[in-house]
C-alpha cells in the first residue's frame, strides 16, 4: 500500500514536472525564434549602414537574451526535479533521454522540441556566420577609408594642429603689376 501511493506521488511528481517543462520549453522556443528574427534583421542593418537601427536591435536582443537566461534556470530547476523522481543525475537527463522514460505523447512532444531546438541552432550558426562575414566586410572597409585619409596630406598652411604659428616664412609682396 505504502509502495504503490509513492509511485503514485512520483508519477504526480513527474506529470506536474513535465507539464512546467512543457510550458518553459514552449517559451524557450519562441524566445529563440523572436532572437532569431532579431539576428536576420541585424544582417540588413549591417547591409544598409543603418546604426541606430543596429543599436536599438542590439538592445532588444540584450533583453531577449536576458529573458532566455530567465527561462533558462527555471528549465535547470525542473530538469533537477524530475530527475530526482526519475533517479538519474540531472546532467545526463536530455530531452532525448527523458523521451524514452515517458508515455508516448509525452515523448513526441519533447522530440518535437528537440528538434525545434536543433534547427534554430543551425539557422543560428548561419546566420551568425553571414552577420560574420558582414562585420569584417564593414571594418575592412573603414579600415580602407581610414588608410585613404591618413595618406592624403592636407596643406595645413603655417599653422600646426594646435593653432599655434608653425614655421616662419618670409612673405613676399606683390607688386601689384599684372
Known amino acids: 500500500m505504502n509502495e504503490q501511493r509513492v509511485e503514485e506521488e512520483t508519477r504526480d511528481g513527474v506529470q506536474q514536472c513535465l507539464e512546467e517543462l512543457d510550458a518553459l520549453l514552449q517559451q524557450e522556443v519562441q524566445t529563440y525564434q523572436a532572437l532569431l528574427a532579431r539576428q536576420q534583421q541585424e544582417k540588413q542593418h549591417l547591409v544598409t549602414w543603418s546604426l541606430t537601427t543596429f543599436v536599438a536591435n542590439l538592445q532588444a536582443k540584450e533583453t531577449l537574451v ?71 566586410d564593414a571594418l575592412d572597409f573603414v579600415n580602407g577609408a581610414l588608410a585613404f585619409f591618413r595618406q592624403i596630406r592636407v596643406d595645413q598652411g603655417p599653422y600646426s594642429a594646435s593653432g599655434q604659428f608653425a614655421t616662419p616664412q618670409q612673405g613676399r609682396f606683390l607688386s601689384g603689376r599684372i
Open 66 to 136: 536576458s529573458h532566455l537566461a530567465t527561462l533558462e534556470k527555471a528549465r535547470q530547476e525542473v530538469i533537477t526535479r524530475l530527475a530526482s523522481l526519475l533517479a538519474l543525475s540531472p546532467e545526463s537527463l536530455t530531452l532525448q533521454t527523458l523521451s524514452t522514460r515517458v508515455d508516448k505523447a509525452w515523448s513526441q512532444k519533447l522530440l518535437r522540441y528537440r528538434t525545434e531546438l536543433q534547427d534554430l541552432i543551425q539557422a543560428f550558426t548561419r546566420c551568425n556566420q553571414e552577420n560574420a562575414l558582414l562585420l569584417r
